[in-house]
């Protein structure tokens, strides 16, 4: 059986982060953040997920609304940015490097990432990495993914790759 289906991809990558599980394996690692920007917000799922656990979303945007993430540079005073980003690779990897520069940034994507060539050049400032597993992405289905997740957190002023922890 293929790790990969052959259904189209929605576009923009707009799958919605549904599954409770994304923020609960980010919560034991947001130490001193209280406020946060979620620059991908699509329908706001993740917002709503994270606000449950306490945090505060001080700005929401997403690419529907007319606003490129990649265009935003004033964050607002937020701790952190947290989001699912697209996960097509060049795209993905100018959010990397673009967030990072303004504020610590979380972002969700496929675990494999970590260990393809074409991450060794954002390896280095990158923090911490959580393992989640596969989530849920589609409403009215019982099957998760095919990819495991992890969080990222990725900050300019880091140097030295991530720690990795584990799913707990």
């Known amino acids: 059986m293929a790790k990969r289906s052959s259904f189209e991809r929605r576009p923009q990558d707009a799958y919605q982060t549904i599954d ?10 947001l130490y001193g953040v209280k406020t946060f920007a ?8 993740l917002v709503k997920q994270l606000e449950g656990l306490g945090l505060s979303c001080g ?21 952190a940015i947290i ?17 990072s520069k303004h504020k610590p940034s979380w972002l969700l994507f496929d675990s494999d990432w970590a260990y393809n060539k074409h991450a060794a050049p954002y390896l280095d400032q990158c923090t911490d990495i959580v393992a ?9 289905t019982s099957h998760s993914g095919k990819d495991n ?13 991530p720690r990795f922890h584990g799913r707990r």
């Open 20 to 29: 409770l599980r994304a923020g609960l394996a980010l919560k034991p690692y």
């Open 38 to 45: 979620e620059p991908c917000a699509g329908r706001g799922e």
């Open 59 to 79: 700005y929401i945007s997403d690419i529907n609304d007319g606003i490129d993430a990649l265009t935003i540079t004033n964050w607002r005073g937020m701790d």
């Open 83 to 99: 989001t699912n980003p697209p996960w097509s690779r060049k795209l993905l990897h100018q959010m990397i490097l673009h967030f």
């Open 132 to 140: 989640v597993g596969r989530l849920k992405w589609i409403e009215g």
């Open 149 to 161: 997740t992890s969080w990222y957190r990725f900050w300019h002023r880091h140097s030295g790759g």
